[in-house]
Every structure is written in structure tokens, then in C-alpha cells.
């Protein structure tokens, strides 16, 4: 099966969109992450959800977790609130994520090595330079996984 054939439509946004419509896009979809146009408007890298929730988690929380505990729920429901005033551009690391793409005429084994060796949930697939669609590692699993014996 060839990248163009395991492609599906995929919310793209750009580096000014709204962090939290991001983060809703996010949850609501339950996607493992955004590609992201760069400044040119061409797919260009990746926000993990993961990501996300290292910009709203505080750092000493992060460094040890059991201080999360003396979070309540009232204020667990605030942390997601700077992201209101924040664009996806503010979430992203200094040195982004390399955007796993690959050609539509790519192998879903060539797919499969790209995902392994990024270590990336989704990959973009572009044929011409134009965006196709992507592939989440649940689809590809899905259609390389054999049935249960």
C-alpha cells in the first residue's frame, strides 16, 4: 500500500492560529498532534499534544510530579487559561520538530521506518510539494496489523 493510498484528510494550522483553538482541535479530534504551516504556508512541523501540556504544566510540577498532587481540580481546570492569549508559534520549542514527510508513492513500510525512526505519531505525505493528507501510526497499524489468530 503506498503513502498517497493511506493519506486522510488532517486539520492543519498555521504558526499564529490561537493555542487554545489548538489544544481544542486536539481533544476534540483526539489526535496525537498538528502539522503546522510555517510562514511560508507550507507544512513544516509538528505540535504534539505532548507539547501542549509541557507549556501548561509548570516546569517544578514537570521536574517531580508528586507535587502535582496539590493541584485540586479548580485549579487544574486554570492551567489551560494562558493559552488563550497564546498562538501555536508560543507553544513550539525553541528548535521545533523535524515534520515527518514522505512522497505519495512511498511504501507504508517506508512510513513505518520514518515513524520508528522520528519517533513521530503522524506524518505528513506530499506529492509535488502539495499537502495530501497524513498518516497517524493508529491507521498504519491498522492496516499492517494482521488479524488475531
Known amino acids: 500500500m503506498l503513502a498517497r493510498e493511506l493519506a486522510e ?11 487554545f483553538a489548538a489544544a481544542r482541535l486536539l481533544a476534540d479530534q483526539r489526535l496525537p498532534g498538528l502539522i503546522v504551516n510555517g510562514d511560508n504556508g507550507r507544512p513544516w ?20 510530579p508528586a507535587l502535582a498532587r496539590v493541584y485540586d481540580e479548580r485549579h ?24 515527518a514527510t514522505l512522497k505519495g508513492e512511498d511504501t507504508a513500510i517506508e ?3 520514518l515513524m520508528a525512526r522520528l519517533r513521530s505519531p503522524l506524518v505528513a505525505v506530499l506529492e509535488g510539494g502539495e ?3 497524513a498518516i497517524t501510526v493508529s491507521r498504519l497499524l491498522s492496516m499492517l496489523l494482521p488479524e488475531a489468530p
Open 111 to 113: 512510513v513505518a521506518a
Open 131 to 133: 499537502f495530501l493528507g
Open 45 to 64: 512541523t509538528i505540535l504534539p499534544g505532548s507539547q501542549v501540556l509541557r507549556f501548561v504544566v509548570p516546569g517544578y510540577v514537570q521536574d517531580d
Open 76 to 99: 487544574a481546570d486554570q492551567l489551560f487559561r494562558p493559552l488563550a492569549t497564546r498562538s501555536v508559534r508560543e507553544l513550539l520549542p525553541r528548535k521545533p520538530p523535524e515534520l
Open 9 to 19: 484528510p488532517y486539520p492543519v494550522v498555521d504558526l499564529d492560529t490561537d493555542a
